[in-house]
């Protein structure tokens, strides 16, 4: 359910705010990692800009309290002019429900 909806926000924010022409999704298990990447080509925005006005404006702040739900670590990179991509690893073997 976390992933889900870590996704969900991230494509959310990728519609409401990047104006991006593409949007990939995709997973991979890599090591002792799942992971969940989300990438846009839109037009980005400055992280710590972001971060002052609070993480609640990029709706980063219920992902990344989700994934803390499960022990995962979310990231979220970002520049203006750079596109966007939301990260969300999960260790294997350690998702708690």
Do not use: K
Not at 53 to 66: P, T, Y
Not at 67 to 90: F, M, W, Y
Request: a negative charge.
């Amino acid at each position: 359910m976390v992933v889900l909806r870590v996704m969900q926000e991230a494509l959310q924010n990728v519609r409401r705010h990047a104006e991006a022409h593409a949007v990939r999704v995709s997973t991979r298990l890599e090591d002792a990692e799942w992971t969940l990447e989300v990438a846009d080509d839109g037009h980005g925005f400055d992280i710590d800009a972001v971060s002052a006005r609070g993480a609640a404006a990029s709706g980063s702040s219920s992902m990344r309290d989700r994934a803390e739900l499960i022990g995962a670590h979310l990231d979220v990179r970002s520049s203006p002019s750079e596109g966007t991509v939301v990260r969300l690893a999960i260790p294997v073997g350690t998702v708690r429900r």
